[in-house]
């Protein structure tokens, strides 16, 4: 059974950093493209960004791009999501998911195309 375990979540002031972990377990990680979401409280899931197997390709949210930046090491069967400049919108509880995928195709952002996911990790960025 594949598993996820997300880690690295935390408090920090605007402007921060933290670096998400995720470690899957039960399969092959590298056969999975690797996606990060985030909800708020009181809002709907969304995209954050997502990854390919190989790590060719690599998809951001508008919100994130430039500050965000998703990565992948097979070896370590873990997807990262580091995370710069920090803004009090950030704060959300973030899942990392996996999708059994040959390529990191167009509904990358669509959290149903997700097979697994983690149990979540709280980020605040207090102002």
């Known amino acids: 059974q594949v598993q996820l375990v997300e880690s690295g979540g935390g408090l920090v002031q605007s402007g921060g950093s933290l670096r998400l972990s995720c470690v899957l377990s039960g399969d092959t990680f590298s056969t999975y493209t690797m996606g990060w979401f985030r909800q708020a409280s009181g809002k709907e899931r969304e995209f954050v960004s997502a990854i390919s197997r190989t790590t060719v390709t690599k998809r951001y949210a508008d919100s994130v791009k430039g500050r965000f930046t998703i990565s992948r090491d097979n070896a370590k069967v873990t997807v990262y999501l580091q995370m710069s400049s920090l803004k009090p919108e950030d704060t959300a509880v973030y899942y990392c998911?996996?999708?059994?995928?040959?390529?990191?195709?167009?509904?990358?952002?669509?959290?149903?195309?997700?097979?697994?996911w983690g149990q979540g990790t709280q980020v605040t960025a207090s102002t």
């Open positions: 998911a996996a999708r059994e995928s040959l390529i990191i195709g167009d509904n990358y952002s669509n959290g149903y195309e997700y097979d697994y």
